[in-house]
Each structure stands twice: as C-alpha cells, then as structure tokens.
C-alpha cells in the first residue's frame, strides 16, 4: 500500500516552473476511460516546430486496480490545463516550439481501443490508441497543427507515456513529411518487468497491447516480462528517429507497483546481458541513460531533470545529446575507461 501511495505522489504532486498558454480541444468521439469527453492541448508558437508530450500515470486491469482504495491510475479529464513538464519548460531548444500534449486517462498506456467492465453497472473504456488517432485527425482537419509544415519533431513521454511514445511514432508518422527531423524521448518506459507480468491482464487489454506492439515490430512473448531483448526491431523500424530512453536500475515503480519483480531483480536485469544498453548498443539511432537510483522519471519534474549517472551526464544533458545527435556523452570523451557496462554509461 506504502508503495502504491508513493507512485501516485511521484505522478501526481510534481512541481514545475513555467508555463505554457495551452488551449484545450475537445476530440469528437475520443473518451476517457470514465467516459467523460477526451481532450488534448496545444500551444502554438512556431510552426515548423513541434513537442509532443504522452502523459504517464499509472495503468489498471481490475475493479482494485482501476476504482480500489488506491487506484493506479486516473480515468477522469484533466480538471484543468496541464502542468508543463521540464521538457517543455526548461531553457532548452524546444521552449519555443508549438507542443501538443496527449493526456492520459484511460489506463492502458495510449494503447487501448476496447471497453470492458470491472465493477457492477460501470462502463471503462480503454480506448488510449483510438484517442491518438482521432486528435491527430481531428487537428488536421482543422488545420490547428500544420503538420506538414513541420521540420523538426520531438516526441517524449514518461513512464506510461514513454511507452505511448513509442507506440504512436507510427500513428504520427504518416503526418509528417519523409524530412522532418524526429527525435523520441522515452523516459523511464520500464522494459524490464517480472517474468508473469503479462498475466494480470484481461484477454482484451492483451489483444489491445499486441495489437498496438505490433505496429512497432515489437512482437514480445508473454512467457517473460523481460521486453528487451525484442527491441531490435523497433530500433530498426524507427530507423529515421534518433531515441533516447533514460531509466533507473532499481525504478521502484516499473518494478514493485507494476512490474511483479524486486527493485534488485530489475537491476539484475537492466544490467544484464539482455539489459536495454546491452541490446541498443548495435543501433545508431538509440542511446540510453542508465542511473543506479530508485528514482521513476527524470525529465518531468525539476527536482530530477539534473540527476547525474556515474559517468556525470545529467538526464537533461542526455536529453540534449540525443537530440543533438552525439555519438558519445561529452565526459567519455575525456575519460577513456572500459566501462562495466558498454552503452548505457554506468561505470
């Protein structure tokens, strides 16, 4: 229960320092999964420059874990407009950008398209995916976003929305011209779950999941909760992205909350030989930022955003290196040391 509380202060109560003029667009036919209407916001600044940001928050597959006395996520509309993130905050290249926020309320990581019941006479409906697909269309045929405009795309999401990033290069893509610069962000996506992970979902989340995987070749068995070592080619269908995933050896809530396994058993395995660095490390196009820490999410709040690995590169210095497209952290190139662990900058 402890635990379950501390998740919740994590995603819920962070403090930010700027703000942005957002503008709430309600999405015909897009729900939440209490089944209020489903909105997203934007802010528009310049137009050939976009952020795109995938709220986190949690999941839930049961009566407990969706309406319990400590629920795992949240299925109502933002009361208001959202906290801004350090990523679109922070002195940064993208303070200037029009960002596009995708809220999260539907508690299957932007990936649902079904509705289901877990508690007598309620109606829940996880239709995360069909959400994304809808407001994407639905500010197209507006024109509220020129997406055809734009040159330079940068996509990030944390926890639950790290995956939804991942999920939804595919759903974005069609959008943009074959030019434009793209750059995923994915900040603490898990991976690296317990070997039943898989087992607590329904049938239709888990069809809703393979489904929505699939659009990104990760084609993953439900024997093992380990993800990485199908990550491959993912990397190689997004092979005109550059990505960056940041995540913590011992993430207390992609490990005790959700992902049925120790915080040291995830460590075992995010350090192992099937580990994300391990695995990423013959793609270009992919870089990560491990952390020997409990900490879940980096970029989102300032207290974290410069929280240094042992190789002394902060999450928001990888962030940059990511998306300027360096090949090493500027501190490996004045310290050539073999390192433990190839890729992911843990000495």
Not at 297 to 323: C, H, I, M, P
Request: aromatic share 12%; hydrophobic share 40%; glycine share 8%.
């Amino acid at each position: 229960m402890k635990t379950k509380i501390l998740f919740l202060f994590i995603v819920f109560s962070s403090s930010f320092s700027f703000a942005r003029n957002w503008q709430r667009i309600e999405i015909p036919g897009a729900l939440c999964g209490n089944g209020e209407p489903y909105s997203v916001f934007i802010d528009k600044r310049a137009g050939d420059k976009l952020l795109v940001e995938f709220m986190g928050g949690g999941a839930c597959w049961s009566e407990g874990t969706c309406y319990g006395n400590s629920p795992l996520t949240n299925l109502a509309p933002l009361p208001g407009n959202p906290t801004t993130s350090m990523m679109a905050s922070k002195p940064s290249p993208w303070v200037d950008y029009t960002a596009l926020y995708f809220p999260y309320c539907t508690g299957d990581v932007h990936a649902g398209f079904h509705q289901n019941s877990y508690k007598q006479g309620v109606q829940i409906y996880h239709y995360g995916a069909l959400n994304v697909q809808k407001a994407l269309q639905h500010l197209q045929d507006l024109n509220l976003i020129p997406f055809h405009d734009v040159n330079d795309l940068i996509v990030w999401g944390y926890s639950a929305g790290a995956i939804g990033a991942f999920l939804h290069t595919q759903t974005l893509a069609p959008y943009f011209n074959t030019n434009t610069r793209k750059t995923l962000i994915a900040d603490s996506p898990g991976l690296h779950f317990g070997k039943n992970f898989w087992h607590k979902f329904t049938p239709e989340l888990s069809r809703d999941f393979r489904s929505s995987f699939g659009k990104i070749d990760l084609n993953y068995s439900e024997d093992t909760g380990l993800l990485t070592p199908y990550m491959g080619p993912v990397f190689v269908k997004l092979s005109d992205w550059k990505i960056g995933i940041l995540q913590s050896t011992k993430d207390i809530v992609m490990s005790l909350v959700f992902g049925d396994i120790s915080p040291e058993d995830h460590k075992k395995l995010v350090l192992g030989p099937q580990g994300i660095a391990t695995v990423a490390k013959d793609y270009p196009n992919t870089y990560v930022w491990i952390i020997d820490v409990m900490t879940h999410t980096f970029l989102l709040r300032s207290s974290t955003v410069d929280q240094k690995n042992s190789a002394g590169e902060s999450a928001w210095e990888f962030a940059l290196r990511v998306y300027e497209g360096a090949a090493e952290a500027p501190h490996r190139r004045l310290k050539k040391k073999t390192p433990e662990l190839i890729g992911g900058f843990l000495d």
